[in-house]
């Protein structure tokens, strides 16, 4: 009886995010495929398959993989060392380098992309190198953006691994070199793994850099969607990349999900080694990466300082105005102000559903539906934010739903964008409460809601504050969807700065420089503030 | 001397959790250094085989200074409380790790891992992955593994502290054995007293980063140089001043030492003991009946019955002394 009543409790607390994720995703991507699958109201399956026959598509897929395999094997490459120094050696200012390195990651995808082309173009500091435009600069991109996914899971796995094991090697006579070969890498692979594949992600459906960097030379499935859709109107084809993307993608998300192992609890909490004069090598290499990290954004800061050959403030001013020849249609401070504003609604509606569907998830027990249920909220990861963004405006413009000219339409695409997200950063920490401290408080007398005001929110509420930090600034950030939905005269600041980078005129640039830079600052203080609070870790990070 | 240590400290933070430590161990011998939690055992372990550097002192290995040398070219082997055994390898590739590391041939590896197992009593073990091992059986692998290429010496931090009691007795034995048919040279820490009994040959006391107390174990126990060393070995009383006069009298007229500590048997119930006192309590264990006596002239001392004997409290009853269950203490209690 009391088992039965839970059952029905559970169902009807499920509801309401998976009607959210019904209504604001699965239907809006249906309508995109869908239209892309039967144009004129025939179903034609053949044409979506011609559409991946095309060399065009053979080249976006082939660019797709291979810059998403360069990016992945980059972010190794400097995130590994990086991980060992930051999180395995003690010296002063450790924590400052910890929290710099997780800057690029929330930075939006567009304001790296600016920072990117400012630092390569021809009068940039790094011009000589003619690297504009070029496939490297944006492989160089994508690893600055994961660096940090590196640095983070990783650096987690190595901060838990008992260093006794390594010393009993070498204790048993195997060299430093050895050491890591034999020992620790084969205990961090899970780390290495999981990270590779988050990175790998990340990389594929990677859209603002690609936007912003790859011109008219480079596109990988994300931009082409988005090109096919609003340049060409090819909405065939572009539902056939969606499809396709969504299948791999969900299959990475699984092969993750597989290997993702969290990392073992802390031992007793040693103290770790000062480094000696043998961390050299690694301690360079990690100086380097953080050079690579912040060179980007100086030169960024830098642009925006100077308008010609003159430094001030001149561009920070002009955020007040619409720019040279009226290139925006509102001044830069008022979409900064909707970018708040919508933000705040967006993190407000993903921290809601995502914390039911974490509670949801962690419950002990549930077998295969709790673990679909989970699987069903990773989906917003494996669909192209701008598949989503398309969607929302093909079905969400009339009966039964007209959200067109509602002003909750981009949050609730947000919130869709950071839902998977909040989820991963809540429903590891209700899931590390040891049920018996549950079952003792029940045995104490404490009713289910005592139970979860006693027990489960004094161990959640800082990954709770975490998630909200965290869907606030991926909702700041977000450029995919809301290129689509965002109205001209309503726009947020990335769709401002995206606009500004692509007029002409050097006011514009300086004035996408200076946005870039409110945007980046704005988001890392927020997430600094929640690194502050954090109790694990954030997210898939 | 196999291995000497000489004016050894260890600093962290400044602190000395390793004090001034001098120690000397013949080949084929098993040293056990016992010591409360704390005490900077495990750091003075970690010391010798050269994962921490000394603040000053030497560490010498058949005379030759090691200060120069790293862990991975000591040709020791160091084997922890929980056994850190490779998870992502199994029994077998745990206990040829170090083997592979010296390039052994295949053939080679394969017997000498059999050799070890059965010498560990774990043979046939070969494809088992640790985490699917008892207690137990971790610790003998790792055991195996810490033997496979005949350490110069051997280092155990607290070897079977994770078992349990009767485990721990089973395996301490088996421990001592082992060490002895492989001939090799251990230091074993500990802050298990029987654990050291069972399984070493000279013993070290220490107590916050400083020995106190060096020597064979026989020794070690009979003589225990002051009262805290005495109560950390297992003596149930120690008595200075008054009493301890009162007591010397008793035993030794002739002597002048100022303290000395009592075994729990050291008063037994006995009908012709010289002896009298009231029994303040009584308590039967599995195997005798645990007693706290006020014995005239002396006042409350702990003793002991057979457990055939039926004590009550409040009884008179007359007990005997032991003198060989005493140790008279050369320094203060
Ligand atoms: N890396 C370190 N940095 C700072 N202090 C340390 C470090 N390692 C140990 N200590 C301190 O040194 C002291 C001795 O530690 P050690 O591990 O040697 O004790 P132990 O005798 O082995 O204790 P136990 O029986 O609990 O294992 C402790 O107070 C400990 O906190
Ligand atoms: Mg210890």
């Not at chain 1, 692979?189 to 988050?198: K, N, Q, Y």
């Not at chain 1, 800061?301 to 925006?328: C, H």
């Not at chain 2, 891992?113 to 043979?123: I, Q």
């Not at chain 2, 009162?246 to 006995?270: G, K």
Request: hydrophobic share 50%; proline share 6%.
């Amino acid at each position: 009886m009391a088992r039965h009543r839970h059952a029905v409790a559970t169902a009807l607390l499920a509801a309401l995010p998976l009607a959210a994720l019904a209504l604001f995703f699965v239907y809006p991507v249906a309508g995109m495929v869908g239209r892309g699958f039967v144009p004129d109201g025939r179903f034609e399956p053949g044409a979506v398959l011609e559409v991946l026959a095309r060399p065009r598509v053979h080249r976006v897929l082939w660019f797709t993989l291979w810059s998403a395999a360069a990016g992945t094997l980059l972010s190794l490459v400097l995130g590994l060392p990086t991980a060992y120094a930051l999180h395995r050696l003690r010296f002063p200012g450790r924590d400052l380098l910890r929290a710099v390195v997780v800057v690029p990651f929330v930075l939006p995808t567009v304001v790296v992309g600016v920072a990117f082309r400012q630092l390569i173009a021809p009068s940039g500091p790094l011009g000589g190198l003619g690297l504009d435009g070029s496939a490297v600069a944006i492989v160089a991109a994508l690893a600055f953006f994961n660096v940090s996914v590196v640095v983070r899971t990783v650096g987690t796995f190595w901060e838990s691994m008992d260093p006794r094991r390594e010393e009993a090697a070498a204790a048993l006579g195997a060299t430093p070199w050895q050491v890591l070969r034999t020992v620790t890498l084969p205990a961090l692979r899970p780390g290495i793994v999981s990270a590779a594949s988050v990175v790998f992600l990340f990389c594929s459906t990677a859209f603002g850099v690609v936007l912003t960097m790859g011109g008219l030379r480079y596109a990988n499935v994300e931009t082409e969607i988005y090109l096919l859709t609003t340049q060409e109107l090819d909405l065939t084809a572009a539902a056939a990349l969606s499809v396709l993307q969504l299948l791999v993608v969900t299959g990475l998300l699984v092969l993750a999900a597989r290997v993702r192992r969290s990392p073992p609890a802390a031992r007793t909490a040693r103290l770790l080694p000062r480094p000696r004069w043998t961390h050299a090598p690694v301690l360079l290499w990690t100086a380097l990466t953080l050079v690579l990290l912040l060179a980007p954004l100086a030169s960024l800061v830098a642009a925006s300082l100077r308008r010609g050959e003159d430094w001030g403030l001149e561009n920070y001013r002009a955020l007040a105005t619409t720019g040279a020849d009226n290139a925006l249609l509102v001044p830069v401070t008022e979409a900064l102000v909707t970018s708040l504003e919508v933000a705040l609604v967006a993190a407000s509606l993903a921290l809601l559903l995502g914390t039911v569907v974490a509670y949801l998830v962690s419950r002990p027990g549930g077998g295969r539906p709790r673990q679909l249920l989970d699987g069903v909220f990773m989906l917003p990861l494996g669909v192209s934010a701008v598949t989503v963004g398309f969607g929302f405006l093909v079905t969400l413009d009339r009966p039964p739903l007209d959200l067109r000219s509602s002003s909750l339409l981009v949050p609730v695409a947000q919130a869709m964008v950071a839902l998977p997200l909040v989820v991963r950063t809540v429903a590891p920490v209700l899931r590390s409460v040891d049920d018996r401290q549950r079952q003792a408080a029940a045995s104490l007398g404490a009713g289910p809601l005592r139970v979860l005001a006693t027990v489960d929110v004094p161990a959640a509420w800082r990954a709770l504050l975490a998630a909200a930090g965290f869907g606030f600034a991926v909702s700041l950030g977000e450029f995919g969807a809301t290129s689509f939905l965002a109205r001209d005269d309503d726009p947020t600041l990335p769709v401002v700065i995206y606009r500004l980078i692509g007029r002409p005129g050097a006011e514009n640039f300086g004035m996408a420089m200076a946005a870039s830079v409110v945007l980046a600052a704005t988001t890392t203080a927020v997430m600094l503030a929640v690194q502050r609070l954090r109790g694990g870790s954030v997210g898939v990070l | 001397m196999a291995l000497r240590v000489e004016g050894l400290s260890v600093r962290f933070e400044g602190t000395a959790v390793v004090d001034d430590v001098d120690l000397g161990l013949a080949a084929g011998s098993v040293l056990a250094v016992l010591g409360p939690s704390g005490c900077g055992k495990s750091t003075l372990l970690r010391t010798i085989a050269g994962l921490e550097r000394p603040a000053a002192g030497r560490v010498l290995l058949e005379g030759r200074d090691l200060a120069r040398v790293p862990t991975h070219r000591r040709g020791f082997a160091l084997m922890f409380q929980d056994g850190q055994l490779f998870e992502h390898l199994d029994v077998a590739g745990n206990v040829g790790y170090p083997l592979r590391l010296r390039r052994r041939g295949r053939q080679e590896r394969r017997r000498r891992v059999a050799e070890l197992l059965d010498l560990v009593g774990l043979g046939g073990y070969d494809a088992r992955l640790p985490t699917t091992l008892s207690g137990g059986e971790r610790q003998r692998v790792a055991l195996a593994r810490a033997l496979a290429v005949e350490p110069r010496l051997l280092l155990l931090d607290e070897p079977l502290s994770a078992l349990d009691r009767g485990l721990r007795e089973r395996l301490a034995a088996d421990l001592h054995d082992i060490l002895r048919a492989a001939g090799v040279t251990a230091v074993l820490v500990t802050h298990d007293q029987e654990e050291a009994f069972a399984v070493a040959d000279t013993m070290a006391v220490m107590r916050e980063g400083r020995l106190v107390q060096q020597g064979s174990l026989a020794d070690v126990w009979a003589h225990p140089v002051d009262g805290w060393t005495a109560r950390f070995l297992g003596y149930a009383e120690v008595l200075d001043g008054d009493r301890a006069r009162t007591f010397r009298r008793l035993v030794a007229p002739d002597a002048s030492w100022e303290a000395v500590a009592l075994r729990r048997s050291a008063l037994r119930l006995d009908p012709r003991g010289s002896l009298e006192a009231t029994v303040e309590e009584a308590r039967l264990t599995p195997e005798l009946v645990r007693l706290r006596l006020d014995v005239d002239g002396l006042g409350v001392l702990p003793g002991v019955a057979s457990p055939a004997a039926v004590v009550r409290a409040g009884e008179r009853v007359r007990v005997s002394l032991d003198p060989a269950r005493t140790a008279p203490l050369p320094g203060p209690a």
